[in-house]
């Protein structure tokens, strides 16, 4: 072969590597232009028809949001969801977590944030000291998750800096578990609370007892208030019903608590009593896939979401809540069954967050300039998983997930 004809080949495989580097770096950069990631976590920012937005002409701010830290997955989606909202709006978040070991954790997380400087705060719980410590340091603030009495809302309300109170319907979530139990077929059932003290312990108790009331069928065959405070005392006293009663064939908990090795050691799984549950456990996988919960009620991850947007209207001069001391209230994601359990899964805690970007952006008054009140009470009107797997089917096509279930 002559060095003139091994130049020709050469040059010919150069353009064809060439090319191809060039047509992969392309389908790359259209792949991340489509659906680019978080800038500060692994999940797909779909901005959909806001995907021309000029960032460069829209405001920044500081964002702070306390709330405890956790290794567990669950609990770290609550800093998690607002991380996301952030990078949504282009905004910085500084995360304080709460030192439990103090009786004022929250309001000493509230001070460590406006001392951070930062132009609002999210918290996953507001009480009457936090509250005074926004208006002290003049910062606008937003709750979430966490009900806020009528004294504390009177106060945030009449600050002039207060965004709102995002809370998810707890009554409902209790009352839907007992009817849940109903149409699955028990009738032979029990439940388990905390014990009164909390607005939140009161207000899921008083689901589940109106429930029964509208059910009459039902046989209630004991019920137990636990402390919170107890540590164990509530798992304890959920394995004692179990074996006590055979006949059991549902039983109601309040709050989510990690039971699933309870209902196979205690042969509750083989006997088949159901579940109803408000707030998941990692754990519960096992028990949808064996068909023993009846009703979960989950995700409020995106509440914080919400409280997150409403925070953005204020700083950028919009009102959205006509009167902030009204609690918006959501709706829980309600699960009845494996592949809705997996659906919700695969959205929450791997890369595609339940609510696109695109849907975020559509409750900013910045962005479009019909969002308001109604549009956010449409939004919880609309939540539930068949509309959120609806929403997302694209992006669990296109971006794989690892450890997806189902």
């Not at 707030?279 to 997150?308: M, N, R, W």
Request: aromatic share 10%; with cysteine.
């Amino acid at each position: 072969m002559s060095n003139s004809t091994l130049k020709k080949i050469l040059c010919a495989m150069l353009a064809v590597m060439m090319f191809l580097s060039i047509a992969a770096y392309g389908t790359t950069a259209m792949a991340e232009d489509a659906y680019p990631m978080g800038e500060t976590s692994d999940y797909v920012l779909d901005y959909g028809k806001y995907a021309d937005v000029d960032w460069s002409t829209k405001p920044s701010f500081k964002i702070g949001f306390s709330w405890m830290s956790s290794a567990d997955l669950l609990w770290s989606m609550y800093e998690r969801s607002v991380r996301y909202a952030c990078d949504v709006l282009h905004c910085e978040l500084i995360f304080v977590e709460w030192d439990v070991s103090s009786t004022t954790f929250v309001s000493d997380a509230i001070e460590n944030l406006c001392q951070a400087g930062v132009d609002g705060i999210v918290s996953g719980m507001m009480d009457g000291a936090s509250i005074d410590a926004c208006i002290r340091a003049n910062v606008p603030f937003v709750g979430a998750l966490n009900q806020m009495n009528d004294e504390m809302l009177k106060t945030a309300n009449e600050s002039g800096l207060f965004c709102g109170n995002v809370i998810d319907d707890d009554y409902v979530s209790t009352y839907n578990s007992v009817k849940a139990l109903y149409e699955a077929g028990c009738r032979k059932i029990a439940w388990v609370a905390p014990q009164p003290g909390t607005t939140q312990a009161e207000i899921r108790s008083s689901g589940i007892m109106d429930a029964l009331e509208d059910y009459p069928e039902l046989e209630v065959l004991t019920s137990y208030r636990y402390s919170t405070a107890g540590g164990d005392e509530s798992l304890n006293a959920i394995e004692q019903i179990l074996c006590a009663y055979p006949e059991l064939e549902g039983l109601v908990v309040s709050n989510g608590l990690d039971v699933t090795s309870i209902w196979y050691n205690t042969g509750a799984a083989d006997r088949g009593v159901k579940l109803a549950v408000t707030d998941l456990c990692e754990s519960y996988q096992d028990l949808f896939q064996d068909d023993l919960i009846a009703y979960c009620a989950t995700d409020q991850f995106p509440s914080l979401v919400i409280a997150t947007t409403l925070l953005y209207n204020k700083l950028t001069g919009h009102e959205i809540m006509a009167d902030t001391s009204v609690q918006m209230r959501r709706h829980f994601l309600e699960l009845h069954n494996y592949e809705e359990m997996c659906n919700m899964w695969n959205m929450s805690f791997l890369n595609i967050f339940p609510m696109t970007a695109e849907q975020v952006l559509d409750l900013c008054v910045e962005f479009n300039p019909d969002a308001d009140e109604a549009l956010y009470t449409q939004y919880a009107e609309d939540y539930t998983i068949e509309n959120v797997a609806a929403s997302n089917a694209h992006l669990l096509e296109a971006c794989p997930v690892k450890d997806r279930l189902g």
